[in-house]
């Protein structure tokens, strides 16, 4: 199994640009979730799909953060401007099924805005 | 919503000691509760998990207690060894799944 596919792993943009991360969960896992990793605010959900529909975007920091899921094996995160304090590292998880069980989680992609 | 504390910060220990982590939840509704080890670079990996039904868990040199009434659960470490070195975060979900993350403990395991 290819565990779940993160790219890009690393970007560094200019303040303003727009940035798009995405991600390829595991096959056959029908929840899907991204979460963003700093020193200072630690791992906090943004926002969580069960089959393709969001099922709670409250983690999302402001209307500059979009997130889709068109199909079961891809889901974008889109930061539209992007600013400085959106540096940080983003991870998605996938995990077969909607009751509360084992996530497992991509390598991230390391997201610097000048 | 689920509020997650981690003590402590940060774990200094000699090789072959035991390290302890420690977390307290709010939320009364919450059933499971994983514990995920994070190496550099890496994305957090699930080493063990409880749910609200078991008070306590072991696999080899792990093992997970659960207190549901004082709502803390705490990971033992026995027997450290340099490749536990890592950062270890406990979490804490509701039937929903949605995971709360505590802010993470930095073992650092000594030879």
């Known amino acids: 199994d290819a565990g779940v596919i993160q790219s890009p792993r690393h970007e560094v943009t200019e303040m303003g640009q727009e940035v798009t991360l995405r991600c390829k969960p595991i096959?056959?896992?029908?929840?899907l979730f991204w979460y963003r990793q700093t020193m200072m605010r630690g791992l906090e959900l943004l926002i969580y799909?069960?089959?393709?529909?969001?099922?709670?975007d409250s983690g999302m920091p402001e209307d500059r953060f979009s997130a889709k899921m068109p199909n079961a094996s891809f889901s974008t995160l889109k930061i539209q401007p992007s600013e400085p304090r959106d540096s940080a590292v983003y991870f998605c998880?996938?995990?077969?099924?909607?009751?509360?069980?084992?996530?497992?989680f991509g390598e991230g992609s390391r997201l610097t805005v000048l | 919503g689920e509020n997650v504390e981690q003590h402590p910060s940060t774990l200094s220990v000699q090789e072959g000691d035991s390290a302890v982590i420690k977390c307290t939840y709010s939320?009364?509704?919450?059933?499971?509760f994983p514990w995920y080890k994070q190496e550099l670079g890496k994305g957090p990996q699930l080493i063990i998990d409880?749910?609200?039904?078991?008070g306590e868990k072991k696999d080899q040199r792990i093992a997970v207690t659960l207190n549901k009434t004082a709502k803390h659960f705490s990971l033992h470490i026995t027997e450290t060894q340099p490749e536990d070195s890592a950062v270890y975060f406990c979490?804490?979900?509701?039937?929903?799944?949605?995971?709360?993350f505590g802010a993470g403990t930095q073992v650092v395991v000594t030879p």
């Open positions: 998880a996938s995990r077969r099924g909607q009751d509360a069980g084992e996530l497992f």
């Open positions: 096959s056959g896992h029908n929840s």
């Open positions: 799909f069960n089959n393709n529909v969001p099922i709670d």
């Open positions: 939320d009364s509704a919450s059933n499971y």
């Open positions: 409880i749910r609200s039904n078991v």
């Open positions: 979490a804490a979900s509701d039937s929903w799944g949605k995971l709360q």
